[in-house]
């Protein structure tokens, strides 16, 4: 399974970005896609997630100004940052916990590549 992130970039305080990752693989079922992102010398860290039914959960720091959606026919999740602050710098990462029905099911976790925003003052 490969996710391909995209949508990343250089933005001013107050602005917006949109993030979309998509999710490839054969027989494919995505239970929950998510977004989190890591800073310069910080540990990595939950932004968003969202399971196939809709459900979704954010970190404190970005309610109310992100938010998380897919698009369950294409497995693709996208990310909304409204109201961006320099805080928001950081590599976004997104990931999908799967299930892989070859000749056997195989369950997994698969990350992208990373994504940079950087927001200025």
């Known amino acids: 399974v490969q996710l391909q992130a995209s949508g990343g970039g250089l933005v001013q305080a107050g602005g917006s970005l949109r993030l979309s990752c998509a999710a490839s693989g054969n027989k494919l079922r995505i239970n929950e896609m998510g977004w989190y992102r890591q800073a310069p010398g910080e540990q990595r860290e939950l932004v968003a997630t969202i399971t196939s039914a809709g459900s979704s959960n954010y970190a404190d720091s970005v309610k109310g100004r992100f938010s998380i959606s897919t698009d369950n026919a294409k497995n693709t999740v996208y990310l909304q940052m409204n109201s961006l602050k320099p805080e928001d710098t950081a590599v976004y990462y997104c990931?999908?916990?799967?299930?892989?029905?070859?000749?056997?099911?195989?369950?997994?976790?698969?990350w992208g590549q990373g994504t940079q925003v950087t927001v200025s003052s």
């Open positions: 990931n999908a916990d799967y299930f892989e029905f070859t000749a056997e099911v195989v369950a997994g976790r698969a």
